[in-house]
């Protein structure tokens, strides 16, 4: 039997409750905190969710993609064009960067107008009113996550541009994290929503969905965020107190 335990009181065992201690979304300053302790080897354990135990998937997941440290498409630069031709001439031009970037097949695009930008996807994708755009490529079976439930999925994630920025199957083991705790931004505990095991799906965030930025904040610009995401399972979850210990098994 798979189980895992995620720690509810100080100190935080866990790259989530370090992260969503306060606000959902954590300072610049905090993040590094949260760092520095998940990375402090008497931290570490057996019993911590891959996902949680340490920094080096980049909090992609937590605050997503959408740092200065990934540069989006030359051709997104601002333009307040709307000639058909430029449009098809920046669509002709993504369309080769994300070639050069290895970019998987049916890859959005995005066309910057000033501060609008236009995603240009096919028939094959659907769009919700929150704006989270997305595309099934396989449905699976059985019931969709809850809140209070814990999700096992592998994701890859890619910029504007096409360029992978993070895997878990490159990183050898898929995420795991609990519905419903704020520890995943809006726009990809959305996409995942309505998932099924087995199920394989696109998700397209818009800067809405995603993380905030600004000074205050880790990120500096607003982008889109696009992630291919692979549902493994669903396991209900219970809370359990021994003395003063409280924690959450999920099995």
Known sequence: MLMSVLSSSPPYRSLAACLTSGS?????????????????????????????????????????ASSGLFQTLPSLGKTKSKNPYDER???????????????????????REGFEVKVVTSENYIKRESGLIYRDFEVGKGDCPKAGQQVTFHYVGYNESGRRIDSTYLQGSPAKIRM????????????IREMRPGGKRRIIIPPELGPPVGPSTFFSSKQFEVFDVELLSVQDCQRRTIAFYSDVVCN
């Open 180 to 191: 419903g705790t704020n520890a995943l931004v809006p726009g990809f505990e959305e996409g």
């Open 24 to 64: 959902p979304f954590a300072s610049k300053k905090h993040i590094i905190r949260c760092c520095h302790n998940i990375n402090d080897k008497s931290l570490e354990n057996g019993h911590e969710l891959n996902f949680e135990d340490k920094c080096r998937r980049r909090i992609i997941l937590f605050f997503s």
């Open 89 to 111: 001439r920046l669509l002709e031009q993504n369309k080769r960067i994300q070639k050069e970037n290895n970019a998987p097949q049916d890859f959005p695009n995005f066309v």
